[in-house]
């Protein structure tokens, strides 16, 4: 099947620091890439869209500024968290689906804010 | 309001049993539905699709029956392993959106 990566996999910063999360798709083009929030115990939280070559599409009550989103490439796109805070701590996931519909995901990111 | 919902939080079997999980939501029209699986601290697996016009879709030991009029979907596992103990999520496919049930954690008892 096909193979999405993130890093890293864990990160640990301080609050108020930046901090990139890579998505990338192994060997398969995505133009459209998805990116969660799961908290402990609880469901994935669809955060934005992430569309190649244009602007990402932000669910209700994402801070598009606060969450950077860029799709560089079919095969890259990266979520920077900017001035984070502890309430930032949570495991990002991020998806590309296939051309049969199919969302392969990535192993995640654990971000701890401290 | 939109909402999907999965069947209790958690579902013990025993060993060689059956386990069948639901998923109903309301206020959506799914293109596709689909279910993952789901291991702690890691991101989810990929396991099945159904479409809207499919009633039926097998793979090997698992089952997933979809029903649009009931807005329900249901999910079986046969000959239960507790190799299949995880995190089951279904999740609904708009064509625009994708969004996620809240997740079934089950845990077959060998």
């Known amino acids: 099947g096909a193979v999405v990566s993130q890093h890293p996999s864990r990160v640990i910063c301080k609050s108020g620091t930046s901090v990139k999360i890579e998505c990338r798709s192994l060997?398969?083009?995505?133009?459209?890439m998805f990116w969660y929030r799961q908290f402990p115990k609880q469901s994935l939280m669809l955060m934005a869209t992430?569309?190649?070559?244009?602007?990402?599409?932000?669910e209700q009550g994402v801070e598009k500024d606060k969450f950077l989103i860029n799709h560089a490439s079919l095969t890259l796109s990266t979520l920077t968290v900017t001035s984070a805070h502890p309430e930032d701590s949570s495991f990002y996931i991020c998806?590309?689906?296939?051309?049969?519909?199919?969302?392969?995901f990535g192993p995640g990111t654990r971000l701890t804010v401290t | 309001s939109q909402k999907i919902e999965q069947n209790s939080e958690a579902l013990n079997i025993q060993e060689g049993k059956t386990a069948t999980l639901t998923c109903n939501y309301t206020n959506y029209s799914p293109a596709y539905l689909q279910w993952y699986r789901q291991d702690p601290g890691r991101g989810p697996v990929f396991l099945l699709l159904i479409r809207e016009n499919e009633k039926e879709k097998r793979k090997e030991r698992l089952k997933v029956t979809f029903d649009t009029t009931l807005k329900q979907s249901l999910f079986h596992i046969t000959a239960s392993q507790p190799a299949d103990s995880a995190t089951y999520l279904c999740a609904l496919d708009t064509r625009n959106q994708f969004y996620f049930g809240t997740g079934t954690s089950l845990t077959v008892i060998p």
């Open positions: 992430s569309n190649e070559g244009s602007k990402a599409t932000y």
């Open positions: 060997d398969f083009q995505a133009t459209t």
């Open positions: 998806s590309a689906p296939t051309g049969w519909n199919e969302q392969y």
